[in-house]
């Protein structure tokens, strides 16, 4: 089994900035893609930033020129570095990764809360 587990949100000022990190863990697996996604109260959960094992990266055009995405291969790891937050950024931010362990399975963490605020 695969356990994805997030850590680093909380509460900030609009303007200020936060940094998710999401760490795999488990054995026998490679990570392919990796993910960030946030849901809102009453919204459709929405993809916030991908990157891939080769560090290709993609963002939504919301968070685009404020948030990068990275990743730590070495460690299982993944990061997403939040700058100039809005209010609207306020949401449970979910981690997701497809693992390949023979056949390929895509993974969620159990989020965590982002709240921006004055």
């Known amino acids: 089994q695969v356990q994805l587990v997030e850590s680093g949100g909380g509460l900030v000022q609009p303007g200020g900035s936060l940094r998710l990190s999401c760490a795999a863990s488990?054995?026998?697996?490679?990570?392919?893609?990796m993910g960030w996604y946030r849901q809102s109260p009453g919204k459709q959960r929405e993809l916030v930033a991908t990157i891939t094992s080769g560090g290709s990266t993609d963002y939504a055009d919301s968070v685009k020129g404020r948030f990068i995405i990275s990743r730590d291969n070495a460690k299982n790891t993944m990061y997403l570095q939040m700058n100039s937050l809005k209010p609207e950024d306020t949401a449970i931010y979910y981690c997701n990764a497809i693992v390949d362990r023979g056949y390929l399975s895509r993974y969620w963490g159990q989020g965590t809360q982002v709240t921006v605020s004055s």
């Open positions: 488990g054995s026998g697996f490679s990570i392919n893609s």
